[in-house]
């Protein structure tokens, strides 16, 4: 009979203390966020992901009462900045940039410890389109005098992206000009790639346009990806079989609390519905985006299973 008792005390107390547990996780939780959130952007600083980061970042802080802090991770085209997230606490105050394809192309690479579908995404914000440009002081003014120029010299001309989803983005539109290039591959990201186009230390480089958009006082874009002509690139050709779109988004590390994401996820509609935001995106050659938590797994599930 002592023996019943004591273990229907030891299973009360047990039972006590899982409850107390869950109480006070759900209070944690109810009270998120209480300090300041640290955002990491993968890249250098001046480059799309930078931008978004700054433009989000005072709805951010309005929605949430608390600070957000904008931390830099630059390297491996991403990748240091993805794996440093994938490494961080699943508390909702680490959260970071999200740009599709590159976090799933950088996680195929040598030595990655991070898969796609890890991270817990928060929502995807705007896309843009591919673009070539060219320095504007460049002999090669319009796509057919690039293509001529690669043709007549094989492997000559030199083009610069970021990193392996650069590569991969290049070698789609290279193979479909039927030329032969050399590429750059730039770590850190466009804001590096930049001075290397003002300068002419590149022949070309390969990005969204939402660069060649901010950058026309450097660069002269000669062909963009997809059907639609670039509001914001009036004249410039359109490649319809090259279907480089790049997508920006906020994602938390992997196993990150829904009630949490479902928070995050509030407040980030909250700044990019900010007219302020959608303006600028709009102005700087964008597509803005609104998502729920469902429609960004839903996206990024896609997403995998076109690029893996």
Do not use: C
């Not at 005072?58 to 997230?85: D, Q, R, W």
């Not at 990806?225 to 670039?230: D, F, R, T």
């Amino acid at each position: 009979m002592k023996f019943k008792i004591e273990n229907i005390i030891k299973g009360a107390l047990a039972s006590f203390i899982g409850a107390s547990m869950a109480f006070t996780a759900n209070i944690a939780f109810a009270d998120y966020p209480d300090k300041d959130i640290t955002f990491i952007v993968p890249y250098s600083p001046g480059g799309g992901s930078d931008q978004m980061a700054r433009r989000l970042q005072p709805g951010l802080e309005k929605a949430l009462g608390v600070n957000v802090k904008i931390v830099y991770k630059t390297g491996g085209g991403g990748a240091v900045g993805f794996s440093e997230l994938h490494r961080s606490k699943p508390d909702g105050y680490t959260i970071s940039n999200v740009v599709v394809p590159n976090v799933i192309i950088t996680s195929k690479g040598d030595g990655i410890g991070y898969k796609p579908k890890d991270f817990s995404y928060i929502g995807m914000t705007e896309a843009a389109v591919g673009a070539l440009m060219v320095p504007n002081d460049s002999p090669y003014q319009t796509l057919d005098q690039f293509v001529a120029a690669a043709k007549e010299k094989p492997g000559m001309l030199t083009v610069a992206g970021v990193g392996s989803t650069g590569a991969n983005r290049w070698g789609g539109l290279a193979e479909i000009l039927g030329i032969e290039t050399t590429y750059v591959p730039v770590s850190g990201g466009v804001g590096k790639m930049m001075p290397m186009l003002a300068g002419s230390h590149v022949d070309g480089g390969m990005t969204a346009s939402n660069h060649a958009t901010k950058h026309k006082a450097i660069v002269k874009a000669l062909v963009v990806a997809g059907n639609n002509e670039v509001a914001t690139l009036p004249g410039v050709p359109t490649e319809p079989a090259w279907t480089y779109v790049t997508t920006w988004g906020i994602m938390a590390p992997p196993g990150t609390p829904a009630d949490i994401v479902a928070k995050l996820n509030s407040a980030l509609r909250e700044a990019a519905t900010d007219a302020s935001v959608r303006d600028a995106l709009v102005k700087g050659g964008y597509n803005p985006i609104i998502q729920t938590v469902d429609e960004v797994n839903a996206f990024m599930d896609a997403q995998i299973a076109i690029y893996e």
